[in-house]
């Protein structure tokens, strides 16, 4: 949570942080601000509540002059989202500028400390501390002053910090949570992910845990907290610019849903052999270790943790291993039965979940297998686990996650495949079959993206619903678990997903007259039982909105609406269910005149526990 940018170079500090934060802006939305070094040494801050296009006002009247400048986007923890509680904060002498993401746990003794030597606090922030503990400890070593602080603080931080007398230099320093180097000519950038400064260079380099980065014109120096360099290698980003950028879309999200075909084929592609089978060498386990395992535990949050209870379908049919589904925000307090036998796949499209960075740190800690299935390469949940399997759906900007998710299908049913493969439960023949069937569900995400007109005509008729309720069986109860979520995030309508089965157990008392119901109806062989919940829940006054298979007439005289999707295997159904979920909340979203890709008190990636 929060997007952090600094830059010194030969350019317009304050444009190369603002287009910084524009790109960061899904990392949250309660303000922004940023802090511009003058050529004649004045640190001019300028910052504002709410998003960024407010500060981008007041900068387009008064802009600031300087080539170094640092940036922040807030998601707020400590003080509510004002003016004075926006970053950047300053010191009592506003020499001293700090930006920071995380949360320091020691604050409010150190606030102690810091009023009782005399300082004045201005913010309701845990940030403001670091700026006067550097005030205290500069000596005219920027690095070291930071280095020592970063010491005494407990808890996350990503810090990015100016000082009126140093303008050839800014700092970075990071505890637990992300922040990258973009390495220019003449120029260079810290970020939060590589987004930041996309526009500007594509050579990045990690910042790892507990490093301080000196960022000069000239170039880059990293050092651990005691002050001695450490090398690191750098890595070419393959994103380009247009893959950040809404290219002609009104938000993110409608773009990132119609790139879903393609990153369905990115994630199958290349890991496919010859004879037509799996090398997930990304795996890195050996086939003895492979068949070794006993248990797969999954972990993840949201929309990720919907991706997990499809794979544990997938893997249980093909694999006849036992799969556990964990929140992970729940899993480490169950005490949970992991072992050197048990595969823990942990799924994060950021790979910045704090709670499943805790649940992944937590199962290696009992020995388990730690494979992260995650969009990010260098984050934070690849790098600390054994293997990472990266989902190739590109930079995913829009808070309601799509294309990742779509991806993270994708690659669950690779590691249900490739787990069957060479444990031998299914035989070659069989695993090509069903790897034919994947590869040829990007032309069906395609067609079902061209018939979602009439799913967005419903938009309009959705958007005063107080509740809408999402039935599925089988791979559809978390595709009905989704729905309810993108609705949820992105409409703000009370929506909830039920196995189809279980309504009668209770929920069913929520229908009333004209409540809306989304069947998930897509053909499998469970279809007949759900065609009599379909009647039940009419039957007492519901309006169903069915998606069912092409050709299946079954559930017709029961469905106020049908959308109809293209046949494919039932288990890889969700792949093409979650299209018309997702057109739909964004649409229902817009027809309530709602902010599509920043929701209210939402943030891309939850970096908090
Ligand atoms: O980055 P992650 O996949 O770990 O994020 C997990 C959830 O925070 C995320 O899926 C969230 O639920 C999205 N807002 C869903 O659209």
């Known amino acids: 949570m929060c997007g952090i940018v600094g830059y010194v170079g030969a350019g317009a500090g304050m444009d190369v942080v603002l287009e910084g934060l524009r790109r960061l802006e899904y990392r949250g939305y309660d303000s922004a601000g940023v802090a511009v070094l003058s050529d004649d040494g004045v640190l001019q801050v300028e910052r504002r509540a709410g998003k960024l296009a407010n500060l981008e006002k007041v900068l387009g009247d008064r802009p600031l002059a300087g080539s170094l400048a640092i940036g922040h986007t807030r998601w707020a923890t400590h003080g509510p989202p004002t003016d004075r509680n926006a970053h950047p904060q300053v010191d009592c002498g506003n020499r001293v500028a700090v930006v920071h993401n995380g949360t320091i746990e020691n604050f409010e003794a150190l606030v102690a400390g810091l009023e009782a030597r005399g300082h004045e606090r ?34 996350s931080f990503v810090l990015v910090v100016a000082h009126a007398d140093e303008p050839d230099l800014v700092i970075g320093a990071r505890r637990n949570l992300p922040l990258v180097i973009g390495l220019g000519e003449g120029e260079n950038f810290l970020g939060s992910d590589v987004t930041a400064f996309i526009g500007h260079t594509r050579e990045a380099r990690i910042v790892d845990q507990d490093q301080v980065v000196e960022l000069r014109r000239g170039g880059v120096t990293v050092t651990d907290l005691d002050g001695t360099v450490v090398d690191g290698e750098s890595f070419h980003v393959d994103w380009d610019t247009a893959a950040a950028e809404k290219g002609g879309y009104e938000f993110f999200m409608l773009k990132e849903i119609q790139e879903q075909p393609d990153a369905v084929r990115d994630t199958i592609g290349g890991r496919l052999t010859a004879e037509g089978l799996l090398h997930l060498d990304e795996l890195a386990m050996s086939d003895e270790d492979i068949r070794g395992i006993e248990q797969v535990v999954i972990i993840a949050c949201g929309s990720s943790y919907h991706s997990g209870l499809v794979g544990r379908y997938a893997i249980e049919r093909w694999c006849r291993l036992p799969v556990h589904v964990e929140m992970a925000s729940e899993f480490r307090y169950r005490d949970p039965v992991v072992g050197r036998n048990t595969l823990v796949v942990a799924i994060s499209q950021s790979g910045e979940t704090a709670d499943t960075l805790e649940a992944l740190r937590h199962a290696r800690a009992q020995k388990a297998w730690v494979l992260a299935v995650t969009n990010t390469v260098g984050s934070t949940v690849s790098r600390e686990s054994d293997a990472a399997l990266y989902t190739r759906s590109g930079p995913e900007v829009a808070v309601a996650s799509t294309k990742a998710v779509i991806a993270q299908l994708a690659a669950m049913y690779l590691v249900g495949l490739y787990l069957a493969q060479v444990r031998g439960t299914r035989d070659p023949d069989e695993v090509r079959a069903h790897l034919r069937d994947l590869q040829s569900i990007p032309d069906l995400v395609t067609e079902v993206l061209s018939r979602m007109e009439p799913v967005r005509a419903l938009a309009g008729e959705l958007a005063d619903a107080p509740r809408v309720l999402f039935l599925g069986r089988h791979v559809g109860y978390p595709m009905a678990l989704e729905g309810a979520l993108k609705l949820k995030e992105l409409a703000y309508i009370s929506a909830e997903g039920f196995p189809a089965g279980e309504i009668k157990h209770g929920p069913i008392a929520l229908i009333e007259e004209g409540t809306p119901v989304v069947v998930l109806a897509a053909r499998h062989a469970l279809s007949a039982k759900l065609v009599n919940n379909v009647q039940e829940v009419r039957a007492r006054g519901a309006r169903t909105i069915v998606i069912a298979t092409d050709g299946d007439e079954s559930v017709t005289p029961y469905a106020d609406n049908i959308i109809r999707i293209p046949d494919t295997k039932s288990l890889l159904t969700p792949l093409l269910t979650i299209v018309p979920m997702q057109v739909l909340s964004a649409a229902v979203a817009m027809a309530k005149g709602l902010d599509v890709d920043q929701p209210r008190n939402l943030a891309k990636s939850v970096t908090v526990e």
């Not at 005030?135 to 808890?155: F, I, P």
């Open 122 to 155: 201005r913010s309701d922030t845990d940030t403001e501390v670091v700026a006067h503990l550097v005030e205290e400890r500069y000596d005219g070593d920027l690095a070291a002053a930071v280095r020592g602080v970063c010491r005494d603080l407990e808890g």
